[in-house]
Structure formats: structure tokens, C-alpha cells
């Protein structure tokens, strides 16, 4: 881990329930980029969308709290939360990831 990962956790949050279609890639970015982590989010192909962040262990409560909220739309019925490794994040902004 490098100096400026220092104090940082990455986690890994798999979102399930009505979570695609609704606008709640855009609601965990702009959630995300308000508490000042970087990573990203998309969708996955059973529906879910996942959600990769790095942080404090604050901002990553407060994100996770985000995302059990969901915008306007959505109903989240499960978050499964893991650790992920610091070389995963690429970035220094928290983006959107499209299908290609």
C-alpha cells in the first residue's frame, strides 16, 4: 500500500432489488463524489449493480448508508459488502463504468 493509500479502505457493495432503470449509478456517483471517494459503478448483467469505493472508513459507512436509501424509484432489498484490494481503483475520481 502506498503512502497515499494510507488509511484508506476499498469495499466492494453488490446492490440488489429494483436498482437499474431508476437513475441509481448517478445517485451512488454523485453520493460518492460528495464524500470524496474514488471508484465506480455499474450494472450487471443479473441485475444488480455494483459498487467499488475507496475511502475512510466514514465515507464508506456514509456511502453505505447512501446506498441503502437509493433515489427516487428504487427499493433496495440486499447490500452485500466485501473488502477489495487498494490496486483495483485506477483512478482519482469515483465514474461511471458503461457496457462496452
Known amino acids: 500500500m502506498s503512502d497515499e493509500n494510507a488509511g484508506a479502505h476499498v469495499r466492494r457493495y453488490f446492490v440488489s432489488g429494483t436498482v437499474q432503470g431508476v437513475g441509481y449509478r448517478y445517485f451512488a456517483q454523485r453520493a460518492a463524489q460528495r464524500l470524496g471517494l474514488v471508484g465506480f459503478v455499474r450494472n ?33 432489498a440486499e447490500i452485500v459488502e466485501q473488502e477489495a484490494a487498494f490496486e483495483i481503483i485506477a483512478s482519482g475520481e469515483f465514474r461511471i463504468e458503461y457496457d462496452r
Open 44 to 76: 450487471l448483467g443479473d441485475g444488480r449493480v455494483e459498487v467499488l469505493a475507496s475511502g475512510s472508513a466514514k465515507s464508506l459507512g456514509s456511502l453505505r448508508a447512501e446506498l441503502e436509501r437509493g433515489p427516487r424509484g428504487s427499493n433496495v
